[in-house]
């Protein structure tokens, strides 16, 4: 039952987010005039305030178009499609100061290189998600670094260490590394990589895939008291607001 209640929450927060690399190319619909409006061009990041401030759509046409959709003008984000209820058209970016400062000066988080503010480095950004109702960068998915040796696939970096994001780089909380998130259905120790470290630095392969294990485990009770915390402050603050009856 744990294991299901686990699963179900899991799923609940990865369907309120949208990877950004899956924006562009997306059709934006008009719901007041049933109408497409064009194709998603790129996203306008908002690095300073990690959240997603337009979509630049392309209409199309000979001459390509650009139009630029502000993130509160956005009704849906779906699987499929963006809808957008503003009666008024996608305005030109000449007309969004802000905006076009952000076009101009584009957030190029894929590629960036990730460190925290010890001096540790994290990797590369290989993708980052947004919260499909609010924009909000969620969290970056970040590959090889200090734990390339250990696994194979992504780890998930939870947006609120984000401290600042630079042309070519970002810089998180050194308290990240507490909160390492791996994607369950990439996860997989690399004890071949293991094995190597092993014969050059003399430790046993056992003992290191015992390192791993118990990594893991510290994760996942981590995350058990997590939800087993919030439970209990569930619980308290109903009880308070039942009546007493004297």
Same mark, same amino acid.
């Given at each position: 039952m744990a294991n299901l209640t686990k699963?179900?929450?899991?799923r609940s927060e990865l369907s309120c987010e949208i990877s950004a690399i899956d924006l562009p190319d997306m059709q934006v619909y008009s719901l007041n005039e049933a109408t497409?409006?064009?194709?998603? +061009?790129? @996203? %306008?990041?908002?690095?300073?305030?990690?959240?997603?401030?337009?979509?630049?759509?392309?209409?199309?046409?000979?001459?390509?178009?650009v139009r630029v959709i502000p993130a509160?003008?956005?009704?849906?984000?779906?699987?499929?499609?963006?809808?957008?209820?503003?009666?008024?058209p996608?305005?030109?970016?000449?007309?969004?100061?802000?905006?076009v400062e952000y076009m101009r000066r584009p957030c190029n988080l894929v590629g960036a290189h990730i460190v925290s503010d010890d001096g540790r480095s994290l990797g590369r950004v290989e993708g980052f998600y947004l919260n499909r109702e609010t924009g909000d960068?969620?969290?970056?998915?970040?590959?090889?670094?200090?734990?390339?040796?250990?696994?194979?696939? +992504?780890? @998930? %970096?939870?947006?609120?260490?984000?401290q600042t994001v630079g042309e070519d780089s970002v810089v998180v909380d050194a308290a990240v590394f507490s909160d390492l998130r791996v994607s369950a259905g990439l996860l997989k120790?690399?004890?071949?990589?293991?094995?190597?470290?092993?014969?050059?630095?003399?430790?046993?392969?056992?003992?290191?895939?015992?390192?791993?294990?118990?990594?893991?485990?510290?994760?996942?009770?981590?995350?058990?008291?997590?939800?087993?915390?919030?439970a209990a402050a569930e619980i308290a603050a109903k009880a308070e607001e039942l009546p007493v009856n004297l």
């Open positions: 699963d179900l929450e899991q497409v409006i064009g194709r998603v +061009k790129d @996203a %306008v990041i908002d690095a300073r305030d990690k959240r997603l401030l337009a979509l630049a759509v392309d209409k199309g046409g000979w001459y390509h178009d509160g003008k956005i009704h849906t984000i779906g699987d499929d499609v963006i809808t957008v209820d503003e009666k008024q996608p305005k030109y970016p000449v007309n969004l100061p802000r905006i960068i969620t969290r970056l998915e970040i590959a090889g670094g200090v734990f390339s040796w250990l696994w194979a696939g +992504k780890i @998930a %970096v939870p947006a609120q260490y984000i120790v690399n004890f071949a990589a293991m094995a190597e470290l092993a014969e050059h630095g003399g430790e046993n392969v056992n003992r290191l895939r015992q390192r791993a294990t118990q990594s893991l485990k510290a994760l996942q009770e981590k995350r058990r008291r997590e939800r087993e915390q919030a």
